[in-house]
């Protein structure tokens, strides 16, 4: 996935369960947006792992 990472513009998630979102945050632009229609029982993702290059 690391090949197609800030790729997209949107992205929705409809999983209903627990998973992790570093790997589908890691495919938006910057700015992009990460739209969740079914909230899991927790949401977790690490800040370290989005790209910050703000040039």
Same mark, same amino acid.
């Given at each position: 996935?690391? !090949?197609?990472?800030?790729?997209? %513009?949107?992205?929705?998630d409809?999983?209903? !369960? %627990?998973?992790? $979102? %570093? +790997? #589908?945050?890691?495919?938006? *632009?910057?700015? !992009? $947006? #990460?739209?969740?229609?079914?909230? +899991?029982?927790?949401? *977790? $993702?690490?800040?370290?792992?989005?790209?910050? %290059?703000?040039?």
């Amino acid at each position: 996935m690391m !090949g197609l990472s800030n790729l997209l %513009d949107l992205s929705v998630d409809t999983a209903s !369960g %627990d998973h992790p $979102f %570093d +790997p #589908y945050m890691l495919l938006l *632009k910057n700015a !992009g $947006f #990460y739209v969740l229609a079914r909230l +899991p029982t927790e949401v *977790k $993702f690490s800040p370290a792992s989005q790209n910050l %290059d703000i040039s």
